[in-house]
């Protein structure tokens, strides 16, 4: 799971991507020499680099996303709860709601899910 950590520039280049998907590929270069300010080459390399950890394919000059925003996001949240709390997803609620107050509906929100994933 390493290798799909996405720094901060990769990250607003998959934003573009997943933002706009499918895209072609030039008008991919396009829009990140408008909001990134990158060079075609640039625009190239990040994508090839991307491909390559399985984010994202470019097949006939059409861009698509292999996973999805929301499927990185939980492989994210994963690895954080596995590398943070030795894997603990009540460890993990435990510390979170000492810093931050969880409100009725949040709580309300949290049981419907643990019932629903109980009915599996």
């Known amino acids: 799971m390493d290798e799909l950590k996405l720094g901060s520039v990769e990250g607003r280049f998959a ?18 020499e408008k909001e990134l300010g990158w060079k075609k080459s640039t625009t190239y390399t990040v994508l090839k ?16 996303s292999v996973m999805s925003k929301d499927e990185y996001c939980a492989v994210q949240s994963q690895k954080f709860v596995e590398d943070t709390f030795a894997g603990s ?32």
């Open 49 to 64: 680099k991307l491909c390559e950890k399985g984010l994202f394919k470019n097949e006939g000059s059409k861009v698509t």
């Open 89 to 120: 997803l009540p460890a993990f609620i435990a510390a979170f709601s000492k810093r931050q107050e969880l409100t009725k509906d949040e709580i309300e929100e949290i049981k419907r899910m643990i019932d629903t994933i109980g009915e599996r």
């Open 15 to 32: 934003e573009i991507i997943w933002q706009n998907e499918p895209v072609a590929s030039g008008v991919l270069v396009k829009i990140c």
